[in-house]
């Protein structure tokens, strides 16, 4: 099992900017793929971005594409998310998450591995 401990959330204003960490430990856990999701108050766990073994193929969701950016460090085994004009809708708790396969994917379901999440708030 791969443990995960997010940090880096707060409470910001519009526009603001905010990069949250994810520590993995583990077993190997540089030679897998890595995700963010977020889930709001009410609403289901949703994808943020995946970025793969290298860090050399990411994918994101379209509601952050060009905002967002996701990267690893793999010789300190912590994945990055760099968040860049946040909006109020960017408001939830993130959860870094570990799937046991290199590649990117997008679904809950595809990772095996959670941390305990970090509240993110953005205000107008």
């Known amino acids: 099992q791969v443990q995960l401990v997010e940090s880096g959330g707060g409470l910001v204003q519009a526009g603001d900017s905010l990069r949250l960490s994810c520590t993995a430990s583990?077993?190997?856990?540089?030679?897998?793929?890595k995700g963010w999701f977020r889930q709001a108050p009410g609403k289901e766990r949703e994808f943020v971005a995946s970025i793969n073994w290298s860090g050399a193929d990411t994918a994101y969701a379209d509601s952050v594409k060009g905002r967002f950016t996701i990267s690893r460090d793999n010789a300190k085994d912590i994945v990055y998310l760099q968040m860049n004009s946040l909006k109020p809708e960017d408001t939830a708790v993130y959860y870094c998450?570990?799937?046991?396969?290199?590649?990117?994917?997008?679904?809950?379901?595809?990772?095996?591995?959670w941390g305990q999440g970090t509240q993110v708030t953005v205000s107008s």
């Open positions: 998450a570990h799937r046991n396969g290199p590649n990117v994917r997008r679904m809950v379901i595809d990772y095996d591995d």
């Open positions: 583990g077993r190997s856990v540089s030679s897998y793929a």
